[in-house]
Each structure stands twice: as C-alpha cells, then as structure tokens.
C-alpha cells in the first residue's frame, strides 16, 4: 500500500483525486502548510508527497528542495500550471517524479500511481 502525503492548502479542491487514491488503496495524509509536510516526512516518510502547488509558507519546487534535504528517498509530484517543458526547466535537479496540472483527478490518480508502482513504490 502506498503512502501519499499531500501537501495542500485547499484540498478539497482536489477531492476525486483523492477518492481515487483512496479507493486504490492507498494512504492518504494531508499537510495543510509546507511545516506541517516537513514534519510529517521526518515522522513517517511516504511514498511520495503530491506538492499541490504553492502553499502559504513556502513555494512547491522550495518545498521540494528541502524534503529532499530531509530525507532523498521521498518522491514527489507537483500539481502545476506550467507547461511540462517550462515545469522541467524550473524544476531540473529536484528529482521530481511527475508534474500535474491543475485540478487533478481520477484519470491522473491512475497515471501518478502508474508511474510510481513502475519504480517499485
């Protein structure tokens, strides 16, 4: 069973695509600020953190950087408006699994846990 922490400020915005995840069934963890990710990670690290695009306290690609400051075996996606080419410039170095775009839901639950389950997640 996979672990996904998600770190969202909003995320009922993202419902059906964590009843997708849920039904698929994985855990699922939320963090309400890029602190509470932080936290969450040195506790327990997941699978994989969803970054669902900038929070308050901090922007996604910072708060990818320091997660894998925390622990580099944590992987990550972000949900972002950036094009995939222009998301690969900003975030070239982090590692970062995949890019979603805004709104993300049951179709893109299928295809993260896709992408993860072919790394061994």
Do not use: W
Request: glycine content about 8%.
């Amino acid at each position: 069973m996979a672990h996904i922490l998600i770190a969202s400020h909003q995320p009922e915005a993202l419902a059906p695509f964590l009843a997708a995840l849920a039904e698929a069934g994985c855990r699922v963890d939320l963090a309400p600020s890029a602190k509470a990710a932080q936290e969450a990670v040195r506790h327990e690290p997941p699978t994989l953190c969803l970054v669902d695009g900038d929070l308050p306290d901090m922007t996604a690609l910072a708060l990818v950087s320091r997660l894998i400051e925390i622990n580099a075996c944590v992987t990550s996606a972000v949900v972002s408006p950036l094009t995939d080419e222009a998301f690969h410039e900003a975030g070239e170095g982090l590692g970062i699994l995949m890019r979603l775009s805004p709104g993300p839901g049951p179709n893109e639950a299928r295809t993260l846990l896709a992408t993860l389950t072919t790394l061994g997640g």
